[in-house]
């Protein structure tokens, strides 16, 4: 068991490396430089004026030499310009060439410093992640137990009217996205036309002061797309299990159908859900950013597409190690759980 | 001009739909509650050996749901009637299913004849025995015939580009203020915020995602099959290769992806291109390695086959992939492609990005599931005895292999392109890669969710039309998936 968590580890460290090499390369080609030079500089900068620009920041080095720069393990780019300003990778305004470290890279946990914002990486990554967890872990108090209570009540007795109808339910909500589904519940609940005030229609507010009435429709919005899919999971589990040899049996010993059901059913039905829940992060992290973006809620969603519009790259890289690393360690955590819940199955 | 009401002068059905609408809730609430709380119907024995079941309340809530569902389609089939024949007398539902005749004409045609020779259609005809696939299949098909039709100027009522002044953000049924000569008066389902028309946006809609879903599955899949059946049938460093290039893809958030691959300063480094460029050579070798496999013991038939097959995917590939001449063409170099002359259509560079973005997104998934019913398939007897009878192992692959695992691929595809149009949705809902002006489903709900407090209908429309669509593709794949394991 040991052995294996540190393959998976080993695994684990190798993907990001190489996403964060991707995502390095692209946002690192020569146009998006342009743009960022023109969005940071000057709008109407010749081209050799973003040339200078960039040289003299250090990005026009070799895209391996960056790359081992943002790590960590080559030292920081630095110049002086004819003036005495001093510029290099390690820089934040203001700072001389004392106060720079030589080498600042995601190893010495300096993320780099947000173009955008004006800020440290770290910083602001954390508190749009404290904003996003908020929110995930009320989509997830939302989605998972209404998931599983769905796709047990449609599992326990394929093809009666309960079945159908629920069925039917899921199907309908895996078919909507988000941006369909929170566009129907604005227009529904909050629009002046249609007269159902009953919630507002952006979750500005809810950052401070989250209340039901600006922070239940987008927790909805996202647990609604995700449920159909795990409560239809948990259905084919319920079916699955309860064709077997030993409910049949606890059938003819005369058990009551709830016991069946609550006792001898629902744990074994319960592990492929488990799975499936585990996998469902990385599409939560679509949901996110698109929930974030329709109802205004300024999260880790609202800032990706906030650095990547504007080719933030250490912003963007340091979304993308969170996004990746949560991706890697659901995927594992479905692994071992797996391993746990299932006594069948033994990693040699 | 009148502005046109919802139901015109056929008002009088409505309260009747009013009535079959809360019947039919009403007796599905009851329905399901019966079906929790009322006994089973009582089985007898009969002297013959026969089983017979008495009818029961159960029997009654089921007869009323029947019932009344079929009241509710009897109302809606009327309502289209009626307005195909009263036209826009018969207020926005007339007027609109008037300007659908075409696709309804089809849909007829094509459910009478598939109904009528269902028997030698194979999985397509028995898709007709079961209610929810036909429903699905009936759902897709309209989108369809709308995407065909509308992009044959048959549906639309209006440019979806053009604006008409003082039609800002007006209600549904508006008419125009001085339409000229064979100009359709109103705007059926009201007009934007720039004043376009929003009914002849979201059919026009329908093309761009008609066009792109399935090609894009369809080349992913191509993509997938190609790689995932050598990995799961040598398996081995092949296998630990493919499945961790699937998994580093499968590890980006889609949306991340997105807004790295689908912005114009991608498309100017030639990035797409180059992705293109290797993506859609997969059916090439796809096609090649097929014909080949099979027919490789009959070099005269072979040889002019594989001649003539290659050359014309080739070209096809050639004119897919190079605009202008060039295959990249970036403002520091370009790489010759085919010459204009011979180049069959361009696809503009916003257009392929999107292309590619969607099938590179979409592949790794199914080479995973290619990969697991290779791993499976390949244990069975039919396997062994193709080896044995010393077959080649890429014969074995797509001539044993793959169609023994069509079933599950054939409802995956269905799913998948349900996805494919909500990732299709995604992008246009972030503005990426289609032109703003577009009238694709996803950039008209971005666009209408802005005023959405105030005016619903710019942003509803498509909402509801990307919604049906894929609550189609999904009803279709499970009809598919039941019929398909009755075999």
Not at chain 2, 256 to 282: K, S
Not at chain 2, 363 to 378: E, H, M, W, Y
């Amino acid at each position: 068991m040991g052995l294996f968590i540190l393959r998976r580890f080993g695994v684990m460290l190798l993907t990001a490396l190489c996403l964060t090499f991707v995502v390095f390369f692209l946002t690192n080609l020569y146009p998006n430089l342009e743009k960022l030079a023109k969005t940071q500089g000057n709008q109407r900068m010749s081209d050799e004026q973003v040339e200078t620009w960039l040289d003299n920041r250090g990005y026009l080095q070799p895209t391996l030499v960056k790359y081992g720069q943002w790590l960590g393990v080559l030292p920081g780019y630095t110049k002086t310009l004819d003036d005495g300003t001093f510029l290099g990778t390690c820089t934040r305004p203001g700072s001389t060439e004392e106060t720079t470290s030589r080498y600042c890279g995601v190893l010495q946990g300096d993320w780099g410093y947000s173009s955008v914002f004006k800020d440290e990486v770290g910083t602001i990554v954390g508190k749009r992640l404290g904003n996003t967890g908020y929110l995930m872990f009320w989509v997830l108090v939302l989605m998972v137990p209404s998931a599983l209570l769905v796709g047990v009540l449609a599992g326990m007795r394929e093809g009666s009217a309960l079945d159908r109808s629920l069925s039917t339910f899921s199907i309908i909500t895996t078919a909507t996205p988000e941006y369909v589904s929170g566009v129907i519940f604005i227009a529904i609940f909050t629009s002046s036309t249609v007269g159902l005030k009953w919630f507002k229609g952006t979750a500005t507010q809810a950052m401070d002061n989250p209340t039901f009435e600006n922070f239940f429709l987008p927790v909805l919005t996202i647990a609604l797309y995700g449920m159909g899919y795990i409560a239809r999971m948990t259905r084919a589990s319920m079916t699955e299990v309860m064709t077997a040899q030993y409910i049949r049996t606890a059938r003819l010993k005369g058990v009551s159908f709830g016991n069946i059901v609550m006792k001898h059913a629902l744990r074994n039905a319960l592990i492929a859900p488990f799975t499936v829940i585990m996998l469902q992060f990385p599409w939560l992290l679509n949901g996110v950013v698109i929930v974030e973006t329709l109802f205004n809620y300024k999260g880790f969603g609202w800032a990706l597409v906030q650095a990547a519009g504007n080719n933030d790259i250490q912003l963007l890289l340091a979304i993308s190690v969170v996004s990746v690393f949560v991706v890697l360690v659901t995927q594992l955590i479905s692994d071992i759980g797996y391993v746990y819940l299932n006594p069948r199955i033994r990693i040699s | 001009m009148e502005p046109l009401s919802w139901t015109g002068s056929i008002a009088i059905l409505n309260p009747i739909l009013m009535i079959a609408l809360a019947a039919l809730v009403v007796s599905i609430v009851v329905w399901i509650i019966g079906s929790i709380v009322l006994p089973e119907v009582p089985l007898s024995l009969n002297a013959d050996g026969t089983l017979s079941s008495g009818t029961g309340l159960r029997g009654l809530t089921q007869s009323a749901l029947r019932y009344s569902f079929f009241a509710c389609v009897v109302l809606a089939l009327a309502y289209i009637v009626l307005g195909i024949l009263m036209g826009t007398s018969a207020g926005i539902v007339g007027a609109i299913s008037q300007q659908f005749l075409p696709v309804w004409l089809s849909l007829i045609i094509l459910f009478a004849m598939s109904i009528a020779f269902k028997r030698r259609l194979g999985l397509y005809g028995k898709l007709f025995d079961s209610p929810i696939g036909m429903i699905g299949f009936g759902l897709v098909m309209f989108w369809v015939f709308t995407g065909i039709f509308g992009a044959l100027d048959l549906i639309i009522t209006h440019d979806p580009l053009s604006q008409v002044s003082g039609m800002k953000n007006k209600v549904p049924g508006t008419p125009l203020q001085n339409p000229e000569d064979g100009e359709y008066a109103w705007y059926l389902l009201g007009g934007d915020n720039l004043a376009r028309d929003v009914f002849s946006r979201m059919v026009k809609g329908a093309w761009i995602v008609v066009q792109i879903a399935p090609l894009a599955t369809m080349f992913a899949f191509m993509v997938g099959i190609t790689l995932g059946l050598p990995a799961g049938y040598y398996g081995g460093r092949l296998d630990t290769f493919l499945s961790f290039l699937a998994n580093l893809i499968l590890a980006f958030p889609v949306i991340l992806l997105f807004y790295l691959l689908v912005t114009p300063e991608i498309v100017a480094t030639g990035v797409p291109n180059y992705m293109a460029a290797v993506l859609f050579i997969f059916p090439i070798l796809f096609i090649g390695v097929l014909l080949n496999s099979r027919y490789y013991t009959r070099p005269n038939f072979r040889t002019p086959l594989l001649i003539g097959v290659l050359g014309i995917a080739l070209w096809l590939y050639l004119s897919l992939i190079s605009t202008d001449g060039y295959i990249i063409n970036t403002d520091d170099y370009g790489i010759w492609g085919l010459p204009t002359y011979l180049d069959l259509f361009d696809i503009p560079g916003g257009i392929l990005v999107v292309f590619v973005s969607v099938v590179f997104v979409n592949s790794p998934t199914v080479f995973r599931i290619v990969r697991g019913l290779a791993l499976d398939i390949k244990t069975r007897d039919y396997v062994a005895a193709a080896q044995t009878r010393g077959e080649g192992p890429w014969y074995i692959m797509l001539w044993e292999i793959l169609p023994n695992a069509r079933g599950p691929l054939i409802v995956d595809f269905c799913l998948r392109i349900g996805y494919t149009t909500i990732l299709l949705g995604t992008l246009g809902f972030f503005g990426l890669g289609l032109p703003p002006e577009s009238p694709d489903w996803g950039s008209t709900i971005n666009e209408g969710r802005k005023l959405l407090s105030i005016y619903l209908h710019p942003a509803l429309p498509p909402a509801f039309a990307l919604l049906s669509l894929v609550l189609g593709l999904n009803l279709l794949a499970d009809g598919l998936r039941e019929e398909s394991l009755k075999d």
